[in-house]
């Protein structure tokens, strides 16, 4: 972040006046005496939009620290560093005795790095930089790397789906031994659906990978992540599309999860992704790759793959809520809107007040489907007179399919049969990826509730 003018970026009001006091600018290396003890760091810029009332250090151990103006003593410049955030991209050795692993970077955390100037994570690093940060890769495979976005997983959607599908389709057929995508964690359980019904019955590990922590970070999960998902595309004897994500909140292990069946969490654990209505394919461990489940689909030998890029984009994810009026219905048909899925309560339920919604929606041909916002358990709507009556109004239940799932593969299934609505329900109601099951696992849901003395007994064993 070279050729600033401005020796107090971002800092303004009193941390600007206590840096001009003590002669500090920011890339000063200082030891800062404060009310609170001793801080010694990088003073960094700041955000234009950050407050006013905080000096940022990074410290020695790479963690930042905020310091509050009016806690500090004394400013003491130790030393001065100007921060470089460039990893420069380093041609990746070629070792005959290597699979062939493509790599297609789309944006993310996993591929990215912090911007001091506005304080947020910004895609910068190209997939070529990666072995430039992870040399590792170099003893698992003959890694090629070609970035078709450089987004944040937010702007990933049905344009991106379709040119990545295409893609992966192409490179299998070119003969590469495993495929892995760069991806954004917030909606990789979105892509990870769409790529797996878009590109079936792979001969290869299809391996959607990211990080929940920014590569500058000492507990940034990005390499290992990247090291296991590299291993198991190129060594692993799992044809799926999978996320390789962190399993426990350590560093011990990898998890691999069926695309269909695969959600994020939470907003900042780096064991974020859990298998919902399942348990996970397999897990990852220091090159060794042990399967969970026993219908896992087998490497081939073949270049053969069913790719079906398509889609509708007309579809939406309706979340019911107690009072729901039914203009929010009415809103989406009036809108053109070609297919409906909604997150029920319960075994599938909504409120009577939307039922002439519904009907409307039928009538105008509007596809509509019913998961559950529990994400846990089966749609069962002949249990109660609720249930049965919304069937009555054209809404097909989708047994454990996640709400995220059934939308993506609502928008495929209408892209692939545009013009027959009947084919389009017979695919939303076929199993093509795990994304219905026959039943869950009795190990599958398992919530482990602080505060209850099962459980504080158990952490009493082990916590210390």
Avoid at 51 to 56: A, I, N, P, R
Avoid at 116 to 138: C, D, H, M, N, Q
Avoid at 300 to 309: G, P
Avoid at 414 to 429: E, N, W, Y
Wanted: aromatic letters at 8%; one cysteine or more.
């Amino acid at each position: 972040m070279s050729g600033t003018t401005d020796p107090y970026r971002g800092y303004r009001g009193p941390t600007r006046a206590l840096m001009q006091r003590f002669d500090i600018t920011v890339w000063c290396e200082v030891r800062a005496r404060t009310t609170r003890g001793v801080f010694e760091g990088l003073l960094l810029p700041r955000s234009e939009t950050s407050d006013e009332l905080h000096l940022v250090l990074k410290l020695g151990v790479g963690y930042n620290v905020g310091i509050r103006h009016d806690t500090v003593l004394e400013l003491e410049r130790i030393g001065y560093r100007e921060a470089h955030y460039k990893i420069p991209e380093k041609e990746f050795p070629f070792d005959p005795t290597h699979p062939r692993v493509k790599l297609f970077g789309t944006g993310g955390t996993i591929a990215s790095r912090l911007d001091y100037r506005t304080g947020a994570v910004i895609p910068a690093f190209s997939p070529g930089e990666l072995y430039g940060s992870v040399p590792e890769l170099a003893d698992i495979c003959n890694l090629e790397t070609e970035k078709l976005f450089g987004v944040f997983s937010e702007n990933m959607g049905p344009e991106q789906y379709l040119i990545l599908a295409e893609r992966i389709g192409e490179a299998i057929r070119a003969g590469y031994d495993g495929i892995v995508v760069g991806h954004g964690t917030d909606t990789m359980h979105h892509t990870a659906a769409a790529l797996s019904f878009m590109v079936q019955r792979p001969p290869v590990p299809v391996i959607m990978v990211g990080s929940q922590r920014s590569s500058d970070r000492p507990s940034s999960d990005a390499a290992q992540n990247l090291i296991n998902a590299t291993w198991t595309a190129a060594h692993g004897p799992i044809a799926e599309v999978l996320v390789c994500m962190f399993g426990p909140t350590s560093d011990r292990y990898n998890l691999l999860h069926r695309g269909t069946r695969v959600r994020k969490m939470h907003s900042s654990y780096r064991s974020t992704f859990r298998t919902l209505g399942d348990i996970p394919a397999a897990m990852v461990e220091d090159g060794i790759i042990t399967p969970l489940k026993d219908d896992l689909l087998p490497r081939r030998a073949d270049r053969e793959v069913l790719v079906q890029a398509t889609y509708e984009e007309r579809v939406t994810l309706t979340y019911y809520y107690p009072g729901m009026h039914p203009d929010v219905i009415d809103a989406l048909v009036d809108r053109g809107y070609k297919g409906i899925v909604i997150a029920g309560t319960g075994l599938g339920h909504v409120n009577r007040k939307i039922y002439p919604a519904l009907q409307r929606a039928r009538d105008a041909g509007v596809q509509m489907y019913m998961t559950l916002q529990t994400l846990w358990g089966f749609v069962q709507m002949h249990v109660y007179e609720t249930g049965r009556e919304i069937l009555g109004l054209g809404v097909i239940p989708l047994a454990n399919m996640l709400p995220e799932v059934a939308f993506i593969k609502l928008g495929w299934a209408l892209g692939l049969h545009p013009d027959d609505p009947a084919a389009a329900q017979r695919v939303m109601t076929t199993t093509i990826a795990d994304e219905m099951t026959d039943r869950e696992p009795h190990d599958g849901y398992l919530i482990y509730q602080g505060g209850v003395p099962e459980i504080r007994e158990f952490l009493g064993k082990v916590w210390r």
